[in-house]
């Protein structure tokens, strides 16, 4: 692990750890330069190449407003993989219940744009979607931990 990979994932947990977040703001600044750049400026995680970041465009389940989310993300054959984790904070991200309830969307990856459908993965094809994500970023199982008996869902992003 590289000295910035080593940087990034200390204070991730730190932050995590107290249940910090950096606010909309500074997702909208990631989501502006990603969308701008086509995912040369925001579309990995610093010090984690391997941890790559897509937008994720989700529907609020009450209130109907558009939203973007930059997630990190696992290939899946023609799909993509996202997790729930919310850095292991207590409730599941958002995203996760918009998708939920409208799993008709988009999302970004680099300069493309794909239509998809989300899903959960679940029994075997979660455990194993799982460990790939974990061999990814290490740092899923210290979110893992830190959820505290939540199970972190895992999202299949599949073509539509």
Not at 59 to 68: E, V
Not at 116 to 145: C, I, N, S, T
Request: aromatic content about 8%.
């Amino acid at each position: 692990m590289s000295l910035l990979g080593k940087l990034t994932s200390s204070s991730s947990q730190f932050i995590n750890e107290r249940g910090l977040y950096a606010g909309r703001r500074s997702t909208k600044i990631h989501v502006a330069l990603y969308r701008k750049t086509g995912g040369r400026v925001g579309g990995t995680l610093p010090g984690w190449p391997h941890a790559r970041i897509a937008l994720v465009d989700h529907t609020g389940a009450k209130t109907g407003t558009k939203r973007t989310s930059p997630v990190m993300y696992h290939e899946y054959g023609d799909a993509i993989v996202v997790a729930g984790s919310k850095g292991g904070q207590p409730t599941h991200p958002a995203w996760f219940h918009n998708l939920m309830a409208n799993p008709d969307t988009t999302i970004q990856v680099g300069p493309e744009v794909r239509k998809v459908h989300a899903r959960l993965a679940v029994d075997q094809e979660r455990d194993r979607l799982w460990k790939e994500l974990v061999a990814m970023y290490p740092g899923y199982d210290f979110y893992r931990r830190n959820a505290k008996g939540r199970k972190i869902p895992i999202v299949i992003l599949e073509p539509n």
